[in-house]
């Protein structure tokens, strides 16, 4: 399996702060059946991440791996903020972007609005697709509506593993997959001992089990993470149930 967020590096954003933890995070994944990790630190503005340092921070950490022991490839990505898509560059963009051109999109806080629309229209645009991140932490009584018609627009949309299994979570993420508006699943992880694990698979045995997803399992679990980070267009298998 293919975690496409994850905050693994160290020493960065609000994960790990020592590359031990980094380490036994991929130990974690590696557990749980997952062989890549993207790593997804914050790119927003009360996070001071450069862009730039981000091939040698990951290759630092993948060759911590190997010294471990540790299966587990670490690859270079960002979860990138709505708010800060307009004041990045085309090439910063691209550097952050899952496969290239799967942005991983960070709603403002609160309620999704208008402005996340016009932001995946305006990655659209520039040549990039949106993945909305967490969409759970964004509740509102027209929640569904606004992410059936940002995957109209072309997006798709990452829920976290964990809550699939966390009650009393787990009831809105079943009404969001029966909606047919959950693609992917990551761990969202930012530490191997405090809060989520670097954990897929009970997920997305849960997921598995709610229609419409159920029928496409292969291709949430396998093809569309492994498809995003080939850069690949991608349009899911399930639209989205009004
Ligand atoms: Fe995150």
Redesign the pocket.
């Known amino acids: 399996m293919i975690d496409l967020?994850?905050?693994i590096l160290p020493g960065l954003d609000d994960g790990p702060t020592d590359i031990r933890h980094s380490v036994e995070m991929a130990q974690q994944a590696d557990r749980d059946g997952i062989h890549t990790v993207c790593a997804?630190p914050?790119i927003r503005h009360d996070h001071d991440v450069r862009i730039a340092e981000l091939p040698d921070r990951v290759a630092a950490l993948n060759g911590a791996l190997q010294r471990a022991g540790c299966a587990v490839t670490v690859i270079p990505g960002g979860?990138v903020a709505e708010t800060i898509v307009g004041h990045l560059t085309d090439e910063e963009l691209s550097a952050v972007a899952l496969g290239g051109k799967w942005v991983?999109l960070?709603p403002r806080p609160g309620p999704l609005s208008d402005s996340l629309g016009a932001t995946v229209g305006e990655l659209r645009i520039r040549g990039f697709r949106s993945l909305i991140?967490?969409p759970e932490r964004h509740l509102s009584a027209d929640l569904l509506t606004r992410l059936a018609a940002l995957v109209a627009g072309g997006a798709l949309v990452q829920a976290t593993a964990a809550t699939m299994i966390d009650p009393p979570a787990d009831r809105g993420m079943r009404l969001l997959a029966e909606a047919g508006l959950i693609h992917v699943l990551s761990s969202?992880s930012?530490h191997s001992r405090v809060g989520r694990e670097v954990a897929l698979s009970a997920g997305l045995r849960r997921l598995g089990g709610i229609d419409p997803v159920a029928e496409h399992l292969p291709w949430v679990r396998d093809l569309a993470p492994a498809a995003i980070l080939a850069g690949a267009d991608l349009t899911p298998p399930f639209p989205p149930r009004g």
């Open positions: 967020h994850c905050h997804t914050h979860e991983l960070e991140a967490h969202d930012h």
